[in-house]
């Protein structure tokens, strides 16, 4: 290999870790998405912060993925729940209203 075709030294690109959407399966930066958790008593938690312990699943930040994956049981699924909590079920369904609708195509 000659000096010309060597790579150039530089600053090393930052690691960006991605998770998909448990109901579009869009991939994503993991900061993008919202983390829900299963806890130990087997109740399921958003986690703004990342960084809850228990078993954890992505969702988009859009209403469409959020009623998707409600309806069709994706968060059961993914969370290994046999059915959510219906106080659970409830707050999930009253943070999926607050979020902004996305008109765009993933």
Not at 55 to 82: F, T
């Amino acid at each position: 290999m000659t000096q010309t075709a060597k790579k150039k030294k530089g600053p090393r690109q930052k690691h960006v870790p991605q998770r998909t959407c448990v109901a579009c399966r869009h991939t994503d930066a993991k900061r993008t998405l919202i983390r829900l958790v299963r806890d130990t008593d087997a109740r399921v938690h958003i986690d703004p912060t990342g960084k809850r312990n228990g078993r954890g699943a992505y969702l988009c930040n859009d209403p469409a993925c959020w009623d998707q994956a409600l309806r069709r049981h994706a968060l059961e699924r993914a969370l290994r729940v046999s059915a959510l909590h219906p106080d659970d079920l409830a707050a999930l369904e009253a943070y999926a209203r607050t979020l902004p609708s996305v008109t765009g195509v993933k």
